[in-house]
């Protein structure tokens, strides 16, 4: 099947005039000016699908939920919104139902339906817990963490971790040693801890700025981060969980290192009212969830192509940098070669974008 657009984004370019000759799933070629054979012509600007590695369910639905159908669900929802490329995203829970949660996405990374495993949690520091339940949170036991890897059968794909916890750099040294992204946050640790994790292997900062020391004088965990050129920052961009100086500091500092995430709840394509996350009530209000307990932020409603516009329309953007940090940036922190940017090769996950609203195209 050849398309044909106005724009696009290739290969972290802005090209006019492009076509591409599709071929079962892939993308065959990429030529420029007109093609006769041409099925669908689009006005807006091609983009590649999505990429989010920090996800925890949609549509009334968690990625927790043992329920194969309605982890099914909460992938769909997110798939429309562009999201082709899905990580799942546990929050803590104890050692057993953790585990049963594993168990249960196994068969959908199998089948490549989800892209892998993320758990956030139980590694994480009491002092700034955010939405995990504090009395089941630990320490990152080598032992215990390669016994949970192990479970996963090849499906995690990373793990947060406070790295001023102890046994933390240990941990996340080895995973590094795996292949497997050792992610920092959720974490009361310092300049000089947060620089210890980066050089042990970290990889990812999970949720930058949330649920970790501000950016306010001297050096922190988020000041040492912002300046380091080789960790990721994950970036929840519903205009609530980060404030604009930050994001400004992002686009002078780190906006290659960038990765939109959604951290989304269950409510992320639905209605205001009252959820759960594990154990914890949570009510939503104005599409904002907080704990009813303490009124702290409890992940987002957010989908990928409300954070991508974000980033353009209210952040002053280029779609060239939105598309790396929506898709092509986490593709290769990841090591996932077949998706992240419309190259010849690559699956033919594309998007096109109006100005106004994402469309997913399926060949």
């Known amino acids: 099947m050849i398309i044909a657009a106005t724009h696009a984004v290739i290969e972290g370019k802005e090209r006019s ?10 993308i065959h070629e990429i030529g420029e000016g007109s093609h006769p054979a041409a099925e669908r012509k689009f006005a807006g600007t091609l983009i590649p699908g999505f990429v989010d590695i920090h996800c925890h369910g949609g549509g009334g639905y968690y990625f ?37 949660q594993i168990e249960a996405l196994i068969p959908f990374v199998r089948r490549g339906e989800l892209a892998g495993i993320h758990l956030e949690g139980p590694y994480l520091s009491h002092a700034k817990c955010g939405a995990h339940a504090p009395e089941l949170l630990r320490a990152p036991h080598l032992d215990e963490v390669k016994s949970l890897i192990e479970w996963g059968q ?12 102890e046994g933390a750099l240990d941990s996340i040294a080895w995973l590094a040693s795996q292949g497997i992204i050792a992610a920092i946050g959720h974490s009361d640790a310092d300049a ?8 042990a292997g970290a990889k990812v900062v999970t949720h930058f700025t949330n649920a970790m020391a501000k ?34 500091a992002l ?23 009252e959820y759960l996350i594990g154990n914890l009530e949570v009510e939503v209000k104005d599409s904002i969830a907080r704990l009813v307990s303490n009124g702290a932020l409890a ?7 409300r954070a991508f516009i974000n980033f353009i329309n209210k952040d002053g953007v280029t779609i060239v940098d939105a598309v790396h940090a929506s898709s ?14 419309i190259s010849v090769g690559k699956r033919a996950d594309i998007l096109h974008f109006d100005g106004k609203k994402i469309e997913l195209l399926t060949f």
């Not at 000089?192 to 994790?197: E, L, P, S, V």
């Not at 992940?299 to 192509?305: A, P, Q």
């Open 299 to 305: 992940g987002s409603t957010l989908t990928m192509e």
């Open 192 to 199: 000089d801890t947060a620089r210890a994790a980066v050089d």
């Open 17 to 26: 005039d492009i076509w591409l000759d599709i071929r079962e799933g892939l």
């Open 328 to 341: 092509t940036h986490a593709a290769k922190v990841f090591r996932l070669n077949s998706v992240g940017s």
């Open 64 to 100: 927790s939920n043992l329920n194969s159908d309605e982890i099914k669900a909460a992938i769909d929802v997110h798939r429309r919104a562009g999201t082709t490329t899905q990580f799942a995203s546990l929050v803590t829970a104890d050692l057993s139902q953790l585990k049963a």
């Open 215 to 248: 950016m306010v004088g001297g050096q922190s965990m988020a000041t040492e981060v912002l300046d380091d050129s080789d960790i990721s920052l994950e970036l929840i961009n519903d205009g609530t969980h980060v404030p604009i100086d930050v994001i400004e």
């Open 154 to 165: 090849g499906t995690i794909a990373m793990m947060t971790i406070a790295p001023e916890l």
């Open 251 to 273: 686009k002078k500092k780190a906006l290659d290192r960038t990765i939109l995430i959604t951290d989304a709840m269950s409510a992320a394509g639905g209605n205001d009212g």
